[in-house]
C-alpha cells in the first residue's frame, strides 16, 4: 500500500492518526513515523508528524517521558493523557459520521449523462 | 539494512538541526532546546534506518519544520516575532544616531564654510522633535559640541518601531500554556 494521499485529507485526519497509533502503544517520533508508512500512509513526512506530535502535546493531548537509547540521543516517547483518550474518542465518533455524511452522498446514483453515455 | 552514520552525516544533520533552531527563538528556550534535541534524536534514527539523504528530504527543510513547529505552538493566526523585534531594538538606534550625527555634522560643516577659523559658541536647536538642543563651541575653526541627545519622543519612536516590527501586540492577544520539557 503505498498509494499517496491527498494532503488536505491527510492533514484533517492526522492527529486522529497519531492519537490512535499512540493509544496502542507509545512511541518516540520517528517511530511513529514508521507506524503510519506502515500503515499505508508513505507518503507522510516527519516534517509534518513532529510538529503536530508538540501540538498534542502542548494540548495536554499527549505526555512525554525521555527514555534512553543504546544507539544514540534519549528517545522522547510519547503517550496519551486522560484528555487524550476523551480526544481520541470524540475524534472517532466525530469522524464516523463524517464519513457516513460523506458515503450517504457519494452512493447516490448519478443521472444519466446528456451525451448519452 | 541499518545505515552507519559518518562524521559527515552528522555534520549534515547538526547543520539543519542549527538551522531549525535559528528559526525557532520566539519559542521559548526550554521548549526550543526540547525541540532542537527531538529532532537530532530522530533524525539520527532515520539516517541509522534510510540514510541520511532520505532522512534529511523526510523533514522537508529547516524553514518549512520551523514554521511547522512555530504553527504548532502558535496556531495559523498571525504571530508575534521576538527576532523582528530584537533586529528593530537594534537597528533603530543606529539608523538614528546615523541620521542625527549626519545631520550635527552639517550644522558644523555649516559653521566652517561660513567662516573656516570661527571662534565662539553657537547653538543648534537640534533635529526637531527628535533631539535636544546642542552647544558647538569654536576655536579657529575647531569645535566641540555637548547636547544634541534623544527626545522622549525619540525614544518613544524607537518602541513603538520595536513594537511594530516584532507584532508585539499579538501577545496580549494570545497567552498559551507552553510545552513542558519531556
Redesign the interface.
Known sequence: MSETHDPQLLKGVLSLLLLHLLAERESYGYEVVQRLQAAGFADVLEGSVYPALTRLQREGRLETRLVPSASGPARKYYRLTTGGHEALAGGLGAWSRHIAAVDAVLSRPLPPSENGD | MPHTITWYDRLRIERLVWSLDQQLYDLPRVQRI??R??????L???A??VGTRE?LR????SR??AE??L???FGDNPRHTWIGAAYAAALTPLLLNFFLAEAANAFQSGVTATDPHATGVFTWSGVSWLQSAATYTFSDGTATSHGGGWTPLAYLLWVVITVGFGRLWRLRLRR?????P?
Open positions: 526540547a525541540t534535541r527531538e529532532v537530532r534524536a530522530n539520527l534514527e532515520a541509522r534506518d532522512a523526510g523533514v522537508g527543510g518549512r519544520l511547522q513547529f504553527t504548532a505552538e498559551r500554556p507552553a510545552v513542558a519531556a
